[in-house]
């Protein structure tokens, strides 16, 4: 009997680090969530700022357009810093 006793325990003992660890990720994850949906929305922003810039290329003069081109340029710098965070999150 002594001996099941020490197995329950051990067992038991075994599901509370398995449940502490799942809430653990649980947390994790909701807290990646929010991260990730934070650089989504922020470089979301970005992307509509850049076709907006890319449509103004068009429509501008020569001069005009090197301007919104060097913003444009920031712009995907900005994008693609924030794809690769956003993939680093998740």
Same mark, same amino acid.
């Given at each position: $009997?002594?001996?099941?006793?020490?197995?329950k325990?051990?067992?038991?003992?075994? *599901?509370?680090?398995?449940? /502490?660890?799942? #809430?653990?990720?649980?947390? /994790? $994850? %909701?807290?990646?969530? =929010?991260?990730?949906?934070?650089?989504?929305?922020?470089?979301?922003?970005?992307?509509? %700022?850049?076709?907006?810039?890319?449509?103004? *290329?068009?429509?501008v !003069?020569?001069?005009? =357009?090197?301007?919104?081109?060097?913003?444009?340029?920031?712009? *995907? #710098?900005? *994008?693609?810093a !924030?794809?690769? %965070?956003?993939?680093?999150?998740?």
């Open positions: $009997m002594e001996s099941k006793s020490n197995w325990q051990l067992l038991e003992d075994e *599901i509370d680090v398995l449940r /502490q660890g799942r #809430d653990e990720l649980r947390v /994790q $994850m %909701h807290l990646g969530a =929010a991260d990730a949906r934070e650089v989504w929305e922020k470089v979301e922003k970005n992307w509509g %700022h850049l076709e907006a810039r890319l449509k103004v *290329i068009g429509e !003069g020569k001069e005009s =357009a090197e301007d919104v081109e060097e913003a444009a340029k920031s712009l *995907i #710098d900005e *994008i693609k !924030g794809y690769k %965070h956003l993939k680093n999150v998740l």
